[in-house]
Nanobody, 123 residues
Framework: QVHLEESGGGSVQAGGSLRLSCAAS????????MGWFRQAPGKEREFVCA????????YYADSVKGRFTISRDNAKNTVYLQMNTLKPEDTAVYYC????????????????WGQGTQVTVSS
């Protein structure tokens, strides 16, 4: 079992930045691909970005490419999401997730999920 806990959410004005963290505990988190998803009110959960566990390859949704950066520190079992130039449409609950079978954009590829952290961007 892997436990994931997000932190770093909050409220920010458009154009601002936030950094989310996701700490993994339980089974070694460093062998899992890690992803960030988000869910806005009334919408389905959507893929934001992901990072592989071995070579650090990263993948981004088009909507965040160039603004968001995912990174990981395997020694600390922590993955980060640096969000810059935030827009009101980035407002959502952000979830981190762990996949034992590699990166992907589909929810079902990820076995473990955090509780989520709220990000609110005002115009």
């Amino acid at each position: 079992q892997v436990h994931l806990e997000e932190s770093g959410g909050g409220s920010v004005q458009a154009g601002g930045s936030l950094r989310l963290s996701c700490a993994a505990s339980g089974r070694p988190g460093s062998t899992y691909a890690m992803g960030w998803f988000r869910q806005a009110p009334g919408k389905e959960r959507e893929f934001v970005c992901a990072i592989s566990w071995n070579d650090g390859s990263t993948y981004y949704a088009d909507s965040v490419k160039g603004r968001f950066t995912i990174s990981r520190d395997n020694a600390k079992n922590t993955v980060y999401l640096q969000m810059n130039t935030l827009k009101p449409e980035d407002t959502a609950v952000y979830y981190c997730a762990a996949s034992p079978i590699g990166v992907g954009v589909r929810n079902r590829r990820y076995d473990y999920w955090g509780q989520g952290t709220q990000v609110t961007v005002s115009s």
